[in-house]
T-cell receptor
Framework: GNSVTQMEGPVTLSEEAFLTINCTYTATGYPSLFWYVQYPGEGLQLLLK?????DKGSNKGFEATYRKETTSFHLEKGSVQVSDSAVYFCALSFGGSQGNLIFGKGTKLSVKP | DTAVSQTPKYLVTQMGNDKSIKCEQN?????MYWYKQDSKKFLKIMFSYNNKELIINETVPNRFSPKSPDKAHLNLHINSLELGDSAVYFCASSGQPGILFFGSGTQLSVL
C-alpha cells in the first residue's frame, strides 16, 4: 500500500543550525508530495509541495526536492529560528476526487535560543 | 474570517455519552474531511465528503457518523463515547487535491 515514513523525533537544535528531516514514501504510481507544519495548539498548514520528480518546493526558507530514484522528499532549512518549533508532517496524495493525504507520523522540532 | 472553523475547541464528557463536533468552511471548497490525531500526533483520515456525498469512509466504528447538510458544513456525531475516542479531531477542506486547509482542532477527552 501507500505510506510515508519520517525520521523519528524529537529533533532539538540550536538557533541558526541546519535542519534536515528525512521523509521517504512507498507508492504505487507517482504521487504529489507535501510538507505540512503544525504549530502548538493549531491545525496543520501547508508548508510546501512538489507534484513531479525533480520538482523543488520552497517556502519560508524551507526546501524539499522530489527524488523519484530514492523515493524521498527530505525537508531542509539552512538556519532555523525558535519560531520554527513545531511538528512537521510529510504527506502524499494521488489527487482525483479522493485526493486525501496520507501522512507520516510527524517529527517534532524544538529550536533553542 | 476563519477559513475552517470547528466547535467546540474542547470537549470533556463521560463514557457512554453522545456528542457532536461542528465544522464550517467559507472557502467555497467542494471537499471536506475529518481526521483524527492521537496522543502521539499520528493523523488518520476518517471521512471525506465531496459536494455533500461521502467519498471516503475509513475503518471507523459506526458510532461515528458524519453529516453534511450542505457543502460548507461537515459535522461529526459520536454515539456511546469510549475512552479510546479521546483524541484531537480536525476538520479540513480542500479545493485542490492534497492542499488542505485545517481547522484548529477539537480536543475530545472521554472520562
Amino acid at each position: 500500500g501507500n505510506s510515508v515514513t519520517q525520521m523519528e523525533g524529537p529533533v532539538t537544535l540550536s538557533e541558526e543550525a541546519f535542519l534536515t528531516i528525512n521523509c521517504t514514501y512507498t507508492a504505487t504510481g507517482y504521487p504529489s508530495l507535501f510538507w505540512y507544519v503544525q504549530y502548538p495548539g493549531e491545525g496543520l498548514q501547508l508548508l510546501l509541495k512538489a507534484t513531479k520528480a525533480d520538482d523543488k518546493g520552497s517556502n519560508k526558507g524551507f526546501e524539499a526536492t522530489y527524488r523519484k530514484e530514492t523515493t524521498s522528499f527530505h525537508l531542509e532549512k539552512g538556519s532555523v529560528q525558535v519560531s520554527d518549533s513545531a511538528v512537521y508532517f510529510c504527506a502524499l496524495s494521488f489527487g482525483g476526487s479522493q485526493g486525501n493525504l496520507i501522512f507520516g507520523k510527524g517529527t517534532k522540532l524544538s529550536v533553542k535560543p | 474570517d476563519t477559513a475552517v472553523s470547528q466547535t467546540p475547541k474542547y470537549l470533556v464528557t463521560q463514557m457512554g455519552n453522545d456528542k457532536s463536533i461542528k465544522c464550517e468552511q467559507n472557502l467555497g471548497h467542494d471537499t471536506m474531511y475529518w481526521y483524527k490525531q492521537d496522543s502521539k500526533k499520528f493523523l488518520k483520515i476518517m471521512f471525506s465528503y465531496n459536494n455533500k456525498e461521502l467519498i471516503i469512509n475509513e475503518t471507523v466504528p459506526n458510532r461515528f457518523s458524519p453529516k453534511s447538510p450542505d457543502k460548507a458544513h461537515l459535522n461529526l456525531h459520536i454515539n456511546s463515547l469510549e475512552l479510546g475516542d479521546s483524541a484531537v479531531y480536525f476538520c479540513a477542506s480542500s479545493g485542490q487535491p492534497g492542499i488542505l486547509f485545517f481547522g484548529s482542532g477539537t480536543q475530545l477527552s472521554v472520562l
